[in-house]
């Protein structure tokens, strides 16, 4: 045993040197790393970007019919960006902004499930009015000439417009999705949620005033609750970017 302990003891005393250089190595490096984030450019940035957009409603159940009766596929977006820098010393900055985005898709219909569901296509369209909140870190090179900047925050969606295209041999029908009136042409019961909240997050490169941005907006509400027929659903809409800054 005394010997395990001696070999214990010279173990130790070989190792601690290469700790402590690799600990003050570590401690060099991260220094180094505050310091230079702490000299990076606290400037509000602002821009405009137009996006394109892979969006899909995710539902809970019946989620094949429900794909099929409501097809959300592709989308465009026009929007602007705004910054505001909140950390002293730090590149940290609140984003808020508003972006117009239009989603659709369509969905034909083989030959057996048109007999089953009395159409040959539907087609959905949605018009809707986006203001993101995000908080963002900056992290700039170059002498600010290129920067990436991860952001995470809320979505707040407001839809605009919505309508349900379903046409077949012999008949042609269009629903406002949003309207849970009873006027001809409204979803009635069956109508969408008009406002939804989702969490919001991505990140943008930027070179000189051109950015590049991924995002991704997941739904943290419903946008369809249709009780009576147990469709529930969750929108989720992905979008890539490009911006100009000016």
């Known amino acids: 045993m005394k010997r395990f302990y001696a070999l214990l003891i010279v173990a130790l005393f070989a190792i601690t040197p290469s700790l402590m250089a690799q600990s003050a190595s570590f401690y060099n490096a991260t220094r180094d790393a505050e310091k230079m984030i702490k000299q990076m450019p606290t400037e509000n940035y602002h821009r405009a970007y137009f996006g394109i957009n892979n969006a899909h409603i995710n539902w809970k159940d019946y989620s094949h019919e429900c794909e ?55 087609k959905t369209s949605m018009f809707a009015l986006n203001i993101p909140v995000n908080v963002s870190m900056r992290l700039s090179f170059e002498n600010n000439t290129f920067a990436v900047t991860p952001y995470a925050g809320l979505n707040f969606r407001v839809n605009i417009s919505g309508k349900q295209a379903i046409e077949g041999e012999e008949f042609e029908q269009s629903i406002n ?70």
């Not at 057996?112 to 159409?119: E, P, V």
């Not at 995002?215 to 249709?226: E, K, L, P, T, Y």
């Open 68 to 122: 099929i009766m409501y097809p959300v596929k592709s989308g465009i977006t026009f929007g602007y960006l705004e910054s505001y820098h909140i950390v002293k010393g730090l590149p940290i900055f609140v984003e808020y902004g508003a972006n117009l985005q239009y989603l659709f898709g369509k969905e034909e219909l083989s030959e057996l499930f048109a007999g089953a569901f009395g159409a040959d296509y539907y």
């Open 177 to 246: 999705l949003f309207n849970g009136s009873d006027d001809d042409g409204a979803a009635g019961d069956n109508a969408f949620n008009r406002i939804q909240t989702g969490l919001n997050y991505g990140i943008a490169f930027s070179y000189d005033v051109y950015t590049i941005s991924v995002g991704r907006v997941s739904d943290i509400s419903r946008i369809a609750n249709i009780k009576e027929l147990s469709f529930k659903g969750r929108m989720g809409v992905t979008t890539i970017s490009v911006g100009y800054a000016f």
